[in-house]
T-cell receptor, first 109, second 112 residues
């Protein structure tokens, strides 16, 4: 099982749609979880951290399920500018973060 | 200047050249990283430095040689590269290895 797995997509949705991404991780001792966004030919940028209680930032909601070892990202009212690759990131105990391969989102008008 | 900066932003080199990539972080972090990202591929972690000591080296060929002279600077020395080494090289920093990493804009390297 890969350390971090994501559905690569692409997810093609119209503006205004709600879209959800899931990510699973294999190391039950992982403690830190993040979603990053990467635009084409640009560096990854932190979108939000993921907390056990779940957290929301505007149109974005992140959830963590430790029992099932998965993380989710919900985007409501999608905008054209949300088109990007979304990276699920988990820490590996004692060392650096592990980045998933990313899920590509394309929002169209 | 704030955040993480990288120079040069673009580099074209022949297989026999020697060049260096530079990364500087202005965030007061104690860990720095080099990643490679080939076209349409995921990030590959190359090296990790924590408190200026190399703590991880993910089976990277010896033609890539990192250097961390202090907590704010990280270099990647390149020597006799191959065309398949052409990629985007990203530097990142963090405060502790569990915390979020902040990336520089990357150096787009082309090896001819």
């Amino acid at each position: 099982r890969k350390e971090v797995e994501q559905d690569p997509g692409p997810f093609n949705v119209p503006e205004g749609a709600t879209v959800a991404f899931n990510c699973t991780y294999s190391n039950s001792a992982s403690q830190s979880f993040f979603w990053y966004r990467q635009d084409c030919r640009k560096e990854p940028k932190l979108l939000m951290s993921v907390y056990s209680s779940g957290n929301e930032d505007g149109r974005f909601t992140a959830q963590l399920n430790r029992a099932s070892q998965y993380i989710s990202l919900l985007i409501r009212d999608s905008k054209l500018s949300d088109s990007a690759t979304y990276l699920c990131v988990v820490n590996r105990a004692g060392t650096a973060l592990i980045f998933g391969k990313g899920t590509t989102l394309s929002v169209s008008s | 200047e704030t955040g993480v900066t990288q120079t040069p932003r673009h580099l074209v080199m022949g297989m026999t050249n020697k060049k260096s990539l530079k990364c500087e972080q202005h965030l007061g972090h104690n860990a720095m990283y080099w990643y490679k990202q080939s076209a349409k591929k995921p990030l590959e972690l190359m090296f990790v430095y924590s408190l200026e000591e190399r703590v991880e080296n993910n089976s990277v060929p010896s033609r890539f040689s990192p250097e961390c002279p202090n907590s704010s600077h990280l270099f990647l020395h390149l020597h006799t590269l191959q065309p398949e080494d052409s990629a985007l090289y990203l530097c990142a920093s963090s405060q502790g290895s569990y915390n979020e990493q902040f990336f520089g804009p990357g150096t787009r390297l082309t090896v001819l």
